[in-house]
C-alpha cells in the first residue's frame, strides 16, 4: 500500500494492486507487461511468496502514461515500441512537459513546434505530464490517508 517508506526520495512504494487501483488496469494484464518487459519494479522484485513486486513514483508516473494512452486507443505494439523512451521521460519529467508520440516520444516546447511536428509527422498523441503527476499524487494522498 502507499505509505510503505523506503529509501528514495519519493519515499512511497507502490504494489501491483496499488498500481491496478492506480490506473484501472487489471492485475493479471499488469502481470502480462511484466512478462513483457514493459512494466518492471524499479524498487524491488519479489523473489518467491511472501516478497513483492515494489514500484517507485517514477514506475507509477510511467504507467499511468502507458495506461492512459492505452485507453485513449493507443494499441499496444506501439506503446511497446515507445515503452522505454517514455519510462525515461517518467523518470524525468517535471509535470510540465507536453509530449507528442508518434513511434517515437517528443516534448513539446509550445504549440507553434506542436503543430509543426504534427503537420510533418502526421497524427500522434499528445500527452501532458501534469495529468500522470496529479493521478499519483492525488493516489498517494488519499492511500496514506487510508493507513
Known amino acids: 500500500m502507499p505509505g510503505n517508506k523506503a529509501d528514495t526520495t519519493e519515499g512511497v512504494a507502490f504494489t501491483l494492486p496499488d498500481l491496478a487501483a492506480l490506473t484501472g488496469?487489471?492485475?493479471?494484464?499488469?502481470?502480462?507487461?511484466?512478462?513483457?518487459?514493459?512494466?518492471?519494479?524499479?524498487?524491488?522484485?519479489?523473489?518467491?511468496?511472501?516478497?513483492?513486486?515494489?514500484?517507485?513514483?517514477?514506475?507509477?508516473?510511467?504507467?499511468?502514461?502507458i495506461a492512459e494512452l492505452r485507453h485513449g486507443g493507443a494499441e499496444m505494439p506501439a506503446l511497446e515500441g515507445?515503452?522505454?523512451?517514455?519510462?525515461?521521460?517518467?523518470?524525468?519529467?517535471?509535470?510540465?512537459?507536453?509530449?507528442?508520440?508518434?513511434?517515437?516520444?517528443?516534448?513539446?516546447?509550445?504549440?507553434?513546434q506542436l503543430t509543426a511536428d504534427l503537420d510533418h509527422s502526421g497524427p500522434a498523441f499528445v500527452y501532458a505530464t501534469s495529468r500522470a503527476h496529479r493521478v499519483v499524487s492525488e493516489f498517494s494522498t488519499r492511500a496514506s490517508r487510508a493507513i
Open 25 to 65: 488496469v487489471d492485475s493479471r494484464t499488469l502481470h502480462n507487461w511484466m512478462r513483457r518487459d514493459i512494466l518492471f519494479p524499479s524498487r524491488q522484485r519479489a523473489r518467491g511468496s511472501g516478497t513483492r513486486n515494489l514500484f517507485d513514483r517514477r514506475d507509477a508516473l510511467f504507467l499511468v502514461m
Open 82 to 112: 515507445v515503452a522505454a523512451e517514455l519510462r525515461d521521460f517518467a523518470s524525468s519529467c517535471t509535470g510540465e512537459e507536453l509530449l507528442m508520440i508518434n513511434g517515437a516520444v517528443k516534448a513539446v516546447e509550445d504549440t507553434e
